[in-house]
Nanobody, 119 residues
């Protein structure tokens, strides 16, 4: 059973920074892609950033230039560096691991970590 454990969330003032970490229970190289999603109250879960095994990176337009996703294969950990945070970034942030096999795409999720941007 794949386990993804997020950490690093918290309360931060507008303009501040946070770094989220996602530690996987197995080699992240075994997944086709790793990503971060977020879900604000009353809204659907949305993609924030993703990084493939080949290093291709994708960002949501709302975070481009402010957030940076990275991976450390040796530590089986994915990071999300968040700068210039805005109140609209307030959400529960979820780590995602995607594995594509002959049987289809399989998504694995962490439990989520709360990020609150407020004065």
């Amino acid at each position: 059973q794949v386990q993804l454990v997020e950490s690093g969330g918290g309360l931060v003032q507008p303009g501040g920074s946070l770094t989220l970490s996602c530690a996987a229970s197995e080699s992240i190289s075994s997944f086709n892609a790793m990503g971060w999603y977020r879900q604000a109250p009353g809204k659907q879960r949305e993609l924030v950033a993703s990084i493939t095994n080949g290093g291709n990176i994708n960002y949501a337009a709302s975070v481009k230039g402010r957030f940076t996703i990275s991976r450390d294969n040796a530590k089986n950990t994915v990071y999300l560096q968040m700068n210039s945070l805005k109140p609209d970034d307030t959400a529960v942030y979820y780590c995602n691991a995607k594995r594509i096999s002959w049987s289809g795409a399989h998504d694995y999720w962490g439990q989520g970590t709360q990020v609150t941007v407020s004065l």
